[in-house]
């Protein structure tokens, strides 16, 4: 299988932060050559009109 990440998973375990809940957080996690196919594949996708388009909405707030 082809190695998509730039890293292991011992070298996530290293900059897992446990609190207030689990995460990490890595620049350039994918590999250099995938990020650029998937996006050249997303550019065509998109202007190829293969999908549309919708525009967010925007955030909704709870007050009290």
């Known amino acids: 299988m082809k ?3 730039n890293y292991t998973s011992k070298d996530l375990s290293k900059v897992l932060v446990e609190s207030p809940y689990p995460y990490f957080y890595v620049d350039n996690f994918l590999k250099e050559d995938l990020f650029q196919d998937l996006n050249k594949e997303f550019n065509e996708l998109k202007n190829n009109n ?15």
């Open 50 to 64: 293969k999908f549309k388009w919708t525009v967010g909405e925007t955030p909704r707030v709870t007050r009290l």
């Open 3 to 5: 190695q998509l990440l």
